[in-house]
């Protein structure tokens, strides 16, 4: 299939579902591209109006789309990559950068699929970027030169912040970032759960859950602090902090949390074999 000489898209977007969006959206708040520029792929009708309605290109199926964007984004999950790429992979020429978000696939596992040549970046993004809040960690590919990891970093940083790693350690950052916002609220429902169960109120107990993850977050951020020294400040002598802490350690809550993410690091490690 012939390439069009002048690529018409800067961004097409493979799978519109809420990470696509997240992303795409980012990226024209930012300014950082206009919608025209940006097209999306994906077969659910329901979602492609979506898309629509941020005055973005839409397609069913997306050869043309492929064809004419400089930079395609893989936004499908991983038990459907293979299929997917392979897809269009007659589309796509060296001078076109690929981009996977699916959790646990390698760049050479793309490239096989590719064909030489092709520059592929790995990114584990996560859905903090729905709000602008996301981490996302890049990893290039054989064929990827730092320009091309450059643009990807600067992609996600629309929607967050972003960070290069070497790829043999996505699997870890995935285990962290990828899967650590649903950490996160299970925590938080957990410790809503508890405040009910004390006499508050739902919405009172979940907004005073979420807003101090939100303050002690920023804390560590701004203040310099490590985590164990922010918990020894906070943990006064025969106080209701130091009470607290001893039950979460005599059951093992360290021991859960790394149990947790060395499982998921096994599933993703599953996922790319």
């Known amino acids: 299939m012939i390439r069009a000489v002048v690529s018409r898209y800067s961004l097409a977007i493979i799978g519109g579902g809420r990470m696509g969006e997240a992303i795409a959206a980012g990226l024209v708040s930012s300014g950082m591209l206009e919608p025209a520029s940006i097209a999306v792929v994906e077969p659910a009708e329901a979602r492609r109006a979506v898309f629509e309605r941020h005055g973005m290109h839409v397609a069913a199926d997306g050869h043309e789309v492929v064809i004419a964007a400089e930079t395609v984004l893989f936004a499908v999950k991983p038990q459907v990559i293979d299929a997917v790429v392979a897809h269009y992979a007659d589309d796509i020429t060296p001078e076109t950068l690929v981009v996977s978000i699916a959790a646990g696939i390698t760049t ?17 993004p996560n859905t903090p970027a729905m709000v602008g809040e996301g981490m996302a960690v890049v990893s290039g590919g054989r064929s990827a030169i730092p320009a091309h990891v450059e643009r990807v970093l600067a992609l996600f940083e629309a929607v967050g912040e972003s960070t290069v790693l070497a790829e043999p350690l996505q699997d870890a ?18 410790l809503a759960d508890a405040g009910v169960a004390q006499g508050l109120d739902r919405a009172t107990a979940e907004h005073l859950a979420v807003q101090t993850f939100r303050g002690t977050a920023a804390l560590l951020e701004t203040s310099g602090m ?48």
Request: no cysteine; aromatic share 2%.
């Open 173 to 190: 950052a995935t285990a962290i970032s990828g899967s650590g916002p649903a950490y996160v609220a299970l925590f938080v429902d957990a």
């Open 226 to 273: 490590s985590p164990a020294e922010l918990v020894a400040g906070v943990s006064s002598p025969g106080g209701t902090t130091v009470a607290a802490l001893q039950v979460l350690d005599e059951g093992g809550m360290r021991r859960i949390i790394a149990d947790a993410v060395e499982a998921a690091v096994r599933r993703a490690k599953e996922l790319g074999s």
């Open 108 to 124: 050479a596992r793309l490239e096989a699929l590719l064909g030489p040549g092709i520059p592929v970046v790995r990114v584990m």
